[in-house]
């Protein structure tokens, strides 16, 4: 069964970097497009970005285009969210999942319903 394991949040102040980092328990997880989530307290989780099984194909949310970036190594079986000029409202828990329906990404897809194999998160938050 896949398992999704979320490292790398912490506290940083607004300007500043994180580089967060999605780990498989199996090689399957190649063959999936990831996603990464994120919640902030009160509101409902969002797509924030996501990746096709190959890394050819990136989506982001218009919140954060521009400055986080995502990338797969599937030889380590891991995604990685790059988060630079951190803003306040990009705190939040910050979620991996796998889109095991497919291999592909597109805007409307990159969206919780349409994953699972959820990890238990990862807390940013961004404050002075």
């Known amino acids: 069964q896949l398992q999704l394991v979320e490292s790398g949040g912490g506290l940083v102040q607004p300007g500043g970097s994180l580089r967060l980092s999605c780990a498989a328990s199996?090689?399957?997880?190649?063959?999936?497009?990831i996603g990464w989530f994120r919640q902030a307290p009160g509101k409902e989780r969002e797509g924030v970005s996501c990746?096709?099984?190959?890394?050819?194909?990136?989506v982001y949310a218009d919140s954060v285009k521009g400055r986080f970036t995502i990338s797969r190594d599937n030889a380590k079986n891991t995604v990685y969210l790059q988060m630079n000029s951190l803003k306040t409202e990009d705190t939040a828990t910050y979620y991996c999942?796998?889109?095991?329906?497919?291999?592909?990404?597109?805007?409307?897809?990159?969206?919780?319903?349409?994953?699972?194999?959820w990890g238990q998160g990862t807390q940013v938050t961004v404050s002075s």
């Open positions: 999942a796998a889109d095991r329906s497919s291999s592909s990404v597109t805007r409307p897809r990159c969206q919780p319903p349409h994953f699972g194999s």
């Open positions: 199996t090689s399957t997880s190649n063959y999936y497009a």
């Open positions: 990746i096709s099984y190959s890394g050819i194909t990136t």
